[in-house]
């Protein structure tokens, strides 16, 4: 149980286009997402924490209008790089946190996305 | 907000040996420590984690330890083998809805023949 799946695994984009990335929580309800970036050997960044229903609040630094965040269900989140620049290639990981329960306060991580933008 | 401190950054251990990695965090409110393990280009998958309430959970070679008082806490792998190796993090959190977790900057450990 508690499996996350993320979409795509790749992606390769030309500069100043925008990409989408969904998140599933597959076999539970998560009441909560996380989006985090990976730059290569380094930690996880919080970008920004996604509510079922509300507004995603944003870490500090990240912009709200290039990262837009959607969290239309309890099991689906999407993550949209808009007007995508070089800087932007990293590796992306959401994360799902469950709806009380059995799965306590774990967040259970999806594949991640692997963003490349020329 | 929390900051977490992970060391060491690298960590080669002979197969069998055990490994240590030690983590401090800075908000004395934090009380949900999970351990990540990270293999190269895969998603972390949870080891192992820790409540506040507890100083100490086994689960078969892995053990985690927390110390409140001084506000660091350990993950302990015994009889490590090669497919041990990977990236390791450490992270810290509060519980409750509002929660979200601060990562350490990670470990890499390695096991060797």
Redesign the interface.
């Known amino acids: 149980g508690a499996v996350?799946s993320q979409h795509p695994s790749w992606v390769i984009c030309k500069s100043g286009t925008s990409v989408k990335i969904e998140c599933r929580s597959l076999d539970f309800q998560a009441?909560?997402m996380?989006w985090y970036r990976q730059f290569p050997k380094?930690?996880?960044?919080?970008m920004a924490?996604s509510n079922e229903g509300s507004k995603a609040t944003y870490e500090q630094g990240v912009e709200k209008d290039k990262f837009l965040i959607n969290h239309a269900s309890l099991t689906l989140s999407t993550l949209t790089v808009t007007s995508a620049h070089p800087e932007d290639s990293s590796f992306y990981?959401c994360s799902a946190r469950a709806a009380g329960g059995g799965l306590g306060?774990?967040?259970?991580?999806?594949?991640?996305t692997?963003l490349l933008v020329l | 907000g929390e900051n977490v401190e992970q060391h060491p950054s690298t960590l080669s251990v002979q197969e069998g040996d055990s490994a240590v990695i030690k983590c401090t965090y800075s908000d004395s409110a934090s009380n949900y420590f999970p351990w990540y393990k990270q293999e190269l280009g895969k998603r972390p998958q949870l080891i192992i984690d820790i409540r506040s309430n507890v100083g100490e959970k086994k689960d078969q070679r892995i053990a985690v330890t927390l110390n409140k008082t001084a506000k660091h806490f350990s993950l302990h792998i015994t009889e490590t083998q090669p497919e041990d190796s990977a990236v390791y993090f450490c992270a810290a959190s509060l519980t409750g809805t509002a929660s979200k977790l601060t990562f350490g900057t990670g470990t890499r450990l390695q096991v060797t023949l």
Not at chain 1, 42 to 46: A, K, R, V
Not at chain 1, 105 to 112: C, I, L, M, R, V
């Open positions: 996350v009441t909560t996380f380094q930690s996880l960044m919080l924490t990981i306060e774990t967040q259970y991580f999806g594949p991640g692997r």
